[in-house]
């Protein structure tokens, strides 16, 4: 089966960083990936972790350890506009995938 | 590219009547995945294809659930009969298949049975 387990609300002052945690339990695991989603709209995709280690997008970084099936989404100077849901997505299967989303991070960013 | 393509965007039914809701993914795109989203459940993965064959469905909740891919480029997710539980935002999402890192969502179907 597949699982994925990260805190359901956040909130951070403008200009902060916050960081995001995702620990998961997926069968055939590919990759680790996080998306974003504003009230009312759809998810957006932000970045994605193959590998262990750290992928920076900018103001994003997203971290993957694969010995502890935990990952993390980190965002630094944190703006208003980042108030949004934070999914973190596994990858898994072989030769096509399946993307298993967690419950979703409500972040709050408050001036 | 348009995107992926969802219509209706809105939907209003009553009980027991069947709806079909429409898919188009981005062209090129080989993978495509049908959720389910609601505050209570989250985003579920009902059902998804890779070059037009379902590979999962799994996640479909019962027997009034189908979803179909006659080509590359048109899926429909139908729901016969629809119970007021139904109600939710379904969001279709393409991808390139494999090697896939990142999948493209269209902008959702608001579903509500009354």
């Known amino acids: 089966g597949q699982s994925l387990e990260q805190p359901s609300e956040v909130t951070a002052v403008e200009g902060a960083i916050v960081q995001i945690n995702c620990t998961y339990q997926?069968?055939?695991?590919?990759?680790l990936s996080w998306y974003q989603q504003h009230d009312g709209g759809a998810p957006t995709f932000l970045s994605y972790?193959?590998?262990?280690g750290l992928e920076e997008t900018g103001r994003f970084s997203s971290f993957l350890s694969r010995s502890d099936s935990y990952g993390y989404l980190l965002l630094q100077e944190l703006q208003m506009k980042d108030s949004a849901s934070y999914f973190c997505?596994?990858?898994?299967?072989?030769?096509?995938?399946?993307?298993?989303f967690g419950k979703g991070t409500k972040l709050s960013v408050i001036p | 590219d348009a995107g992926v393509i969802q219509s209706p965007r809105h939907e209003v039914t009553e009980m027991g009547q069947e709806v079909t809701l429409r898919c188009k993914p981005i062209s090129g795109h080989n993978s495509l995945f049908w959720y389910r989203q609601t505050m209570m459940r989250g985003l579920e993965l009902l059902i998804y294809?890779?070059?037009?064959?379902?590979?999962?469905d799994s996640g479909m909740p019962e027997d009034r659930f189908s979803a179909k891919m006659p080509n590359a480029s048109f899926s429909t997710l139908k729901i016969q009969p629809s119970e007021p539980r139904d109600s939710a935002v379904y969001f279709c999402?393409?991808?390139?298949?494999?090697?896939?890192?990142?999948?493209?969502f269209g902008q959702g179907t608001r579903l509500t049975v009354v």
């Open positions: 997505v596994s990858y898994s299967g072989a030769g096509s995938y399946q993307l298993t």
């Open positions: 997926t069968s055939g695991f590919y990759g």
């Open positions: 972790n193959g590998l262990d």
């Open positions: 294809f890779n070059n037009n064959v379902p590979i999962d």
């Open positions: 999402a393409s991808a390139t298949g494999t090697g896939v890192t990142e999948a493209f």
